[in-house]
């Protein structure tokens, strides 16, 4: 199992993301820096979260035009995986690899806790692979433009082709995001992001452990 995790200038969950992998496979994943250019074949590439460029000019705008970036756009046209944390899951969406836009909080403040996030009926995908639809998950949140917005024709398409990963429950959306959207694949289901941080339901020390189970998944069906 072979794993990159990219790093931009104010990522901040890089090392979360890294120990969590290396506790769950036993490998060492790979850290990438954003300048790079020209980087190997990876099972997985993840784009942790943080506040990258200091989230000036939009969230992620600026990390989606770093060199590194084509490299992740080869690797998505392979068929490859990625994975999109928060400030990721904002990158993926400004590099037009995942539909819709992250805006910001509905409340106006950042948020910082842990909820349930729903499991849904996807498309074939090793992101939610091994888990039943209507799964509850507990996993934290800590994020201030998290607020999911895609228009009614995109949002029809993703319902359509199950690429909606999981939603947050119905009376408990922190954020405003349409459809209560937590996380959203690509239409061939190999490209995640998600605004919860499964990193941070791993360990012992954490209120959950529902971020191993969601890990142990995506690696035992990566490595399939």
């Known amino acids: ?36 250019t020209n980087i190997e074949n990876f099972d997985l590439i993840v784009i942790p979260g943080g506040f990258t460029f200091g989230d000036y000019l939009r969230c992620g705008a600026l990390a989606s035009n770093s060199p590194v970036i084509k490299s992740i756009r080869d ?5 490859g995986a990625i994975l999109g944390i928060c400030n990721g899951f904002q990158i993926l969406t400004e590099t037009k690899l995942l539909p819709g836009t992250l805006i910001k909080n509905s409340v106006l403040k950042f948020l910082c806790h842990d909820l349930n996030v729903i499991v849904q009926n996807t498309l074939p ?71 919860p941080h499964p990193e941070r339901s791993v360990f012992s020390h954490h209120n959950s452990l529902d971020g191993r189970l969601f890990f142990q998944n995506l690696i035992e069906q990566l490595l399939s």
């Open 1 to 36: 199992m072979r794993v990159a995790i990219v790093v931009f200038p104010g990522s901040n969950c890089d090392r979360d993301i890294f120990e969590a992998i290396k506790f769950i496979s036993k490998k060492l994943p790979k850290f990438i820096w954003h300048k790079e």
């Open 75 to 79: 690797h998505a046209s392979r068929g």
């Open 125 to 195: 995908s090793p992101f939610t692979w091994g888990f039943k639809p209507n799964t509850k998950l507990n996993i934290p949140i800590a994020h201030n433009e998290g607020n999911y917005y895609v228009n009614g024709n995109e949002l029809k398409k993703l319902i359509f082709n199950g690429q909606i990963a999981f939603k947050y429950e119905e009376n408990f959306n922190p954020n405003g995001s349409v459809e209560n959207i937590a996380g959203v694949l690509s239409e061939n289901g190999r490209i995640l992001g998600m605004m």
